[in-house]
């Protein structure tokens, strides 16, 4: 299994709305990413996870927050987004933080799709 | 930091042509490449990698050869058909001021006319 699965697939939501996206993978990966994506531009770092503690944050708004309940699962719980928000939300995994070599490659789900309105 | 450049722009080209995406990348270390590609709606998936100096990745008919001594990993197809019409990223990992993090081009959108 060399899935990273995301749900829901599309979402919308309203300003004022909390929800959260969610992501799994059971190929054992101790490293997990959460990406924004806009139109016709390369995928943007938010957060990495690392053994299931927060790792890297890219001064992300606060309104964006991530939870690692287990080594398998990542959230990004969403509250009081904004517009400009809108935007594919793409979740990753890799065996390690900062491996090397064969081992680094990274596995992409295929993405929440979030409009806000 | 880390940087990979892509060439500017969409390519369009015909079935059964030639394809090549250039990239370049500036890194110390030993990075490894990647090419991402992108179908519409879609998530990312991994196309093909290279991990070493010299190696050739590659995987439904493209291909891309790390060169160290040109910093470049060019995307290579030999004939492409309607289905390859996506958008393809070059990226890299594992420089050493990279923060580990995967560096992405810009992405280049390839739309093959029947």
């Known amino acids: 299994d060399t899935e990273v699965t995301q749900t829901p697939k599309h979402l919308v939501m309203g300003m004022t709305n909390k929800k959260s996206l969610k992501c799994e993978q059971h190929?054992?990966?101790?490293?997990m990413y959460w990406y924004k994506q806009k139109a016709k531009k390369p995928p943007e770092l938010m957060f990495v996870y690392s053994y299931e503690k927060l790792s890297i944050n890219e001064s992300v708004p606060s309104r964006f927050s991530p939870e690692c309940p287990n080594s398998s699962l990542l959230n990004l719980h969403l509250h009081a987004l904004q517009p400009e928000d809108s935007a594919l939300y793409l979740c990753a995994s890799s065996q390690e933080e900062g491996i090397q070599g064969a081992e680094s490659e990274a596995f992409f789900g295929q993405g929440t799709r979030l409009t806000v309105v | 930091g880390d940087s990979v450049t892509q060439m500017e722009g969409p390519v369009t080209l015909s079935e059964e042509a030639f394809l090549t995406i250039n990239c370049t990348y500036t890194a110390t270390g030993y990075p490894s490449l990647f090419w991402y590609v992108q179908y519409p709606g879609e998530g990312l998936q991994l196309l093909l990698k290279a991990t070493k100096a010299d190696d050739k990745g590659s995987n439904k008919g493209f291909e891309a050869t790390y060169r160290k001594e040109t910093t470049s990993f060019h995307l290579e197809k030999g004939s492409v058909q309607v289905s390859d019409s996506a958008v393809y990223f070059c990226?890299?990992?594992?420089?050493?001021?990279?923060?580990?993090?995967?560096?992405f081009g810009k992405g280049n959108q390839v739309v093959v006319i029947p």
């Open positions: 990226a890299l990992t594992g420089g050493f001021y990279g923060n580990n993090r995967l560096a």
């Open positions: 190929m054992g990966h101790r490293a």
